[in-house]
């Protein structure tokens, strides 16, 4: 996890205060059950079943190795009794309950499209009990606008700064279009609302990376 530290500033902050707002909205609750949608690597189970041995976590990812690697630094943090891991679309999953919250961190710019994104997070908002919050942070931004350009050209120097070799910024830069498909922060908030969810600000941005708290709308009551 050092190169991913290295690329994104704050990357270690963003999980940091992750686990702040979730503990102050769930630490009241007896036994809360998280739904980890993107679970590879296992940064959001690790930092949050590290600091709550009350909380348990279903974990899914559609990348084996990535989910591969998520088991074992879950197991090296003595947390494998708390989790579940499923190599799974959660789209078309058909297993599962309803969750006290979710967190989708650093994956949607990877889902191509935007019907597809907005698919994946009324997926995440079918399986929260109503009230309960989602925690996403996506790469967000128009890759044909100026402001675009300005902020990717701050974040070479940023990379480069680290230690990030050359070769891998470039890879970074050339994977929008092809392997990640952001949206502007503003079409992102549009698609949390349509997803069926409300209370949305942001908590965390770094260059491109914008994350948000969200929570998903009561059930609705009929007359």
Not at 42 to 60: A, K, M, Y
Not at 93 to 102: E, F, H, I, L
Request: aromatic fraction near 8%; charged fraction near 15%.
């Amino acid at each position: 996890m050092s190169n991913i530290s290295r690329k994104i500033p704050g990357y270690q902050l963003q999980y940091a205060l992750m686990d702040k707002l979730l503990a102050a909205m769930l630490d009241q609750q007896e036994l809360p059950s998280l739904l980890v949608a993107g679970a590879g690597g296992g940064q959001e189970i690790v930092t949050l079943g590290t600091g709550h041995p009350d909380w348990s976590f279903c974990g899914l990812d559609t990348s084996a190795g990535m989910l591969e690697a998520a088991g074992q630094r879950i197991a090296a943090a003595g947390l494998a009794d708390r989790v579940q891991l499923h190599h799974a679309d959660l789209c078309s999953w058909s297993s599962g309950g309803q969750y006290d919250a979710a967190t989708c961190m650093l994956v949607l710019h990877f889902v191509q499209g935007r019907e597809n994104k907005l698919a994946l997070l009324q997926a995440i908002a079918a399986r929260l009990k109503p009230g309960a919050p989602l925690l996403i942070s996506a790469i967000n931004g128009d890759p044909a606008s100026q402001a675009w350009e300005l902020q990717m050209a701050g974040w070479k120097l940023h990379m480069l700064g680290s230690g990030v070799e050359l070769s891998d910024w470039e890879q970074f830069a050339a994977s929008f279009g092809q392997t990640s498909h952001p949206l502007p922060a503003a079409e992102m908030e549009l698609l949390l609302e349509q997803a069926g969810f409300t209370h949305i600000t942001g908590f965390f941005g770094s260059f491109l990376i914008n994350g948000w708290l969200a929570v998903r709308q009561p059930e609705q009551q009929d007359g």
